[in-house]
C-alpha cells in the first residue's frame, strides 16, 4: 500500500522564511505524495510575519519563542523542548531546516532525537573560522553533522562536506532556493496591481532619478569599530557623489543605530529608514544602482538583479559569488569601501561587466529538485 511521506517544514527567521518558502509552496503544490506541515519557532516574530503573509503560507505549528532580552541559551533550549512534542505527535519522516541559524541547529537535534530523517537546505557553506560569524558556522556545522540529506547551493559547498565525509550519494547540488523566492517576490512587487503602502513611501522619499546605493549592515563582528569605519566610508562617499543617493534600512539593534544616526543623520543624500519588509526590499534591490551590504542572503540575490554587491565582511562563506567576480569583499576598511565603491561609480565598463555576469547560485529550480529528489527516495 502507498504511503504518503510527511514533511515537517521547521523555520524562525525571516530569512530562513524567505528560502524556505518556494520549499513549502513547492511540496503543497505535490499534495498527493507529500503530507507537508510547517513550524515556526518565531526567533523573529514580527519580520517572519511579514514573509509568511507575502508568500501566503500559514504555519501549522508556532512556538512563538520570541522574548525581551532572549539569549542564546535559552533560545537553543526552548526550541529543542517545544519541538518535542509536536515531533511526537505528527511523527515526520523528513524534518527540513535551513541554513546556520539557532533554530536550525536545536531543531535538527530535536529532530534527531525523535527519528526523523534531517534534510539541510542550504548546507556545506562554510569559513572554517568558528568565530566568524558567530554563531552561524557551528550552526550549519552541527546541522551538517546529523543531517541525512544535505542540498547545497554550489559544488564549493558540496566539496565542503565530502571533506567532512558526507558521502555524494547524500548531497544533492541544487542552487540556492533563495533564487527561487526572488523569482517569484520580483515578479509579484513591480506588476502593476501589486499594490503595498511601504513601495508607495518610498517612492515618494526617494529620487529614483538617481543612482541608488542601498546599505545594510548587522552583523555582531562589525559592532563598534566596524560600523564606525562603514559610517565614514558612506559620508565620503556621499560627500564626493551629491548626485548618488545613498538608502539605508538601519538595523533595530542599538550597536547599529547609535553610530549610524550619530555619524550620517546630517546628509541630504542619506536616507536613514526604517528596516523594510521582505517585499519592499526586493523592490529597492531592482531600483537600486549596487548594494553595500554585510549580509550573506543578499551575495546571492543581487547577482539575479544585476546588481554589483560589495561585501562588508573580511570572509564569506559564499566564497563561489568572490570566484564568479559578482561581488568583492572589501571588509569594513574605509579607503577600501570608499574606492571600490568609487570605481563601479564612475566606470561604466566595469559596472556592465560585473553586472552581467552568470549568477553562481542557481537557476531558480532548488525547490523543485529537492521535492523530485524526495518523492524518488
Request: a negative charge; one cysteine or more; hydrophobic letters at 35%.
Amino acid at each position: 500500500m502507498y504511503k504518503m511521506k510527511k514533511n515537517l517544514i521547521i523555520f524562525g527567521t525571516r530569512p530562513e522564511a524567505i528560502k524556505m518558502a518556494p520549499l513549502v509552496r513547492e511540496f503543497l503544490k505535490n499534495n498527493k505524495d507529500f503530507e507537508t506541515r510547517v513550524c515556526i519557532t518565531a526567533q523573529h516574530r514580527e519580520m517572519l510575519d511579514q514573509v509568511l503573509s507575502f508568500f501566503e503560507i500559514v504555519p501549522d505549528y508556532d512556538l512563538d519563542l520570541m522574548k525581551p532580552n532572549q539569549n542564546l541559551y535559552s533560545l537553543t533550549a526552548d526550541i529543542i523542548t517545544g519541538l518535542k512534542p509536536i515531533l511526537e505527535d505528527f511523527k515526520p519522516d523528513y524534518v527540513y531546516v535551513h541554513g546556520d541559524t539557532t533554530t536550525t541547529m536545536a531543531s535538527s537535534i530535536a529532530a534527531f532525537y525523535s527519528g526523523a530523517q534531517v534534510c539541510h537546505i542550504e548546507a556545506g557553506l562554510r569559513t572554517f573560522n568558528k568565530r566568524s560569524p558567530f554563531p552561524e558556522e557551528i550552526n550549519r556545522s552541527i546541522a551538517g553533522r546529523i543531517s541525512d540529506f544535505h542540498f547545497s547551493p554550489t559544488t564549493t559547498s558540496k566539496t565542503n562536506l565530502i571533506k567532512e565525509n558526507i558521502k555524494e550519494g547524500q548531497i544533492l547540488v541544487t542552487g540556492n532556493t533563495v533564487i527561487d523566492a526572488l523569482a517569484y517576490s520580483s515578479k509579484k512587487v513591480i506588476s502593476s496591481n501589486y499594490n503595498d503602502d511601504e513601495i508607495k513611501a518610498l517612492k515618494s522619499k526617494l529620487d529614483l532619478n538617481k543612482k541608488i546605493i542601498l546599505v545594510t549592515g548587522h552583523r555582531r563582528e562589525n559592532h563598534g569599530q566596524g560600523f564606525i569605519n562603514i559610517c565614514a566610508s558612506l559620508r565620503i562617499i556621499a560627500e564626493k557623489n551629491p548626485d548618488v543617493e545613498i538608502v539605508y534600512p538601519v538595523h533595530l539593534n542599538p550597536n547599529v543605530q547609535k553610530p549610524v544616526y550619530e555619524l550620517l543623520s546630517d546628509l541630504d543624500n542619506v536616507k536613514l529608514i526604517d528596516p523594510l519588509s521582505y517585499p519592499s526590499f526586493v523592490w529597492l534591490m531592482t531600483k537600486s544602482y549596487l548594494i553595500i551590504t554585510d549580509s550573506g542572503g543578499v551575495q546571492e540575490e543581487a547577482p539575479s538583479l544585476g546588481k554589483p554587491v560589495l561585501v562588508m565582511r573580511n570572509t564569506t562563506e559564499r566564497p563561489e559569488a568572490v570566484e564568479a567576480g559578482t561581488v568583492v569583499l572589501v571588509g569594513t576598511n574605509v579607503d577600501k569601501i570608499v574606492t571600490e565603491t568609487q570605481t563601479l561609480l564612475d566606470s561604466k565598463d566595469l559596472y556592465d561587466s560585473m553586472s552581467m555576469l552568470h549568477n553562481p547560485y542557481g537557476d531558480g529550480t532548488a525547490s523543485e529538485q529537492i521535492v523530485k529528489f524526495i518523492k524518488e527516495i
